[in-house]
């Protein structure tokens, strides 16, 4: 299952749990209305219920110019939580490393990111207690 490539200038927001259209079309709405609002939605149902561990191994199997370096995910917590936290996953330098990202900071974070205005760390060592960023 060759994961997605990102539009240019987007981070890949990938559907894992598909138990709320309501929900998913929300989250969707609230990142486009967002100012750098980018993503390159990926609503596919062979990634249902995936676990961070196969997509750091489909990553790590692809050729070079197919490798991403990090992905979003909207999960099951994404889909029932009102904050629409998805869950951010390092596929680069720590492969696997996760924190979670309410949807109202997704902008500056894919932003910064695409770039590679700023490393993943330096987003997900900026979390609270329960691993989530909430900004600077």
Known sequence: MPLPYPDDLASVVLRT??????????????????????????????????????LVEEDAAAEED?????????????????TRPLLAVDLYDEPGRTFRVPVEWYAEISANLSIANMDFADFADSTDATDTFRGW
């Open 66 to 82: 197919d490798k991403i370096t990090y992905v979003f995910l909207a999960d099951a917590v994404t889909m029932t939580d009102t």
């Open 17 to 54: 749990d598909f138990s709320n259209d309501s929900a998913w079309d929300a989250l969707r709405e609230a990142i486009d209305a967002a100012e750098d609002g980018v993503a390159t939605y990926v609503d596919d149902p062979r990634f249902a219920d995936v676990s961070v561990q196969a």
